[in-house]
């Protein structure tokens, strides 16, 4: 769970580092602070609160890569037009 919320945090962070921005870093502090607090409180029994990690956290992490490789992948094509107009 914890190398989880860490990755999630990070890929957060890392998004359009070409920004430098307080909300990257806010935004990432406050999905780790949520994640980590939601799995702490145990609402449910400990062995569901297992296969909710299991299930939610792979997910959870391929969506915010899939968002951060959108974000790069534009972040490279306009770096690509930018580069093929001036040259």
Same mark, same amino acid.
């Given at each position: 769970?914890?190398? %989880?919320?860490?990755?999630?945090?990070?890929?957060?962070?890392?998004?359009?580092?070409?920004?430098?921005?307080?909300?990257?870093?806010?935004?990432?502090?406050?999905?780790?602070?949520?994640?980590?607090?939601?799995?702490?409180?145990?609402?449910?029994?400990?062995?569901?609160?297992?296969?909710?990690?299991?299930?939610?956290?792979?997910?959870?992490?391929?969506?915010?890569?899939?968002?951060?490789?959108? %974000?790069?992948?534009?972040?490279?094509?306009?770096?690509?037009?930018?580069?093929?107009?001036? %040259?």
């Amino acid at each position: 769970m914890h190398e %989880g919320t860490i990755a999630i945090a990070m890929i957060i962070l890392m998004c359009d580092f070409s920004k430098r921005s307080a909300n990257r870093l806010l935004g990432a502090g406050l999905a780790a602070l949520f994640i980590h607090s939601l799995f702490n409180h145990f609402p449910v029994s400990p062995l569901v609160m297992t296969v909710l990690q299991i299930i939610i956290l792979p997910v959870l992490a391929l969506t915010v890569f899939e968002i951060s490789e959108k %974000g790069i992948k534009s972040w490279l094509d306009a770096g690509f037009v930018a580069a093929s107009l001036s %040259g």
